[in-house]
């Protein structure tokens, strides 16, 4: 099981790739951005967040797939976290 972030004020989205193009504070929720996040590593008072994409696949399971996508966010910029419940995410170690 893994434990999964959505960062929210106004909701933080990211870009499920690595597009340099992507603009996801004009976008709606979903597409090329996500709004649901892994925490992958701690540091301090930073966390380097995975980028999940909403699961496409009707016949799977999981409601998440990993991407490739990262960032880094110090903590004390937070204004809001929701934690989503437990999940799996296929690919994930």
């Not at 933080?12 to 790739?17: H, L």
């Not at 540091?43 to 699961?55: I, Q, S, W």
């Not at 490739?68 to 419940?85: E, K, P, Q, V």
């Amino acid at each position: 099981m893994f434990y999964h972030l959505s960062l929210f004020g106004t909701p933080w989205s990211m870009p499920i790739s690595k597009d340099v193009t992507t603009n996801c504070s004009s976008q709606p929720i979903g597409g090329t951005c996500s709004t649901v996040f892994r925490v992958e590593k701690i540091e301090g008072n930073c966390c380097t967040f995975r980028v999940l994409a909403e699961n496409t696949d009707p016949t799977s399971l999981y409601p998440y797939v990993t991407t490739n996508s990262f960032f880094t966010m110090d903590c004390g910029c937070l204004c809001a976290i929701r934690c989503l419940t437990d999940t799996y995410v296929d690919c994930v170690c």
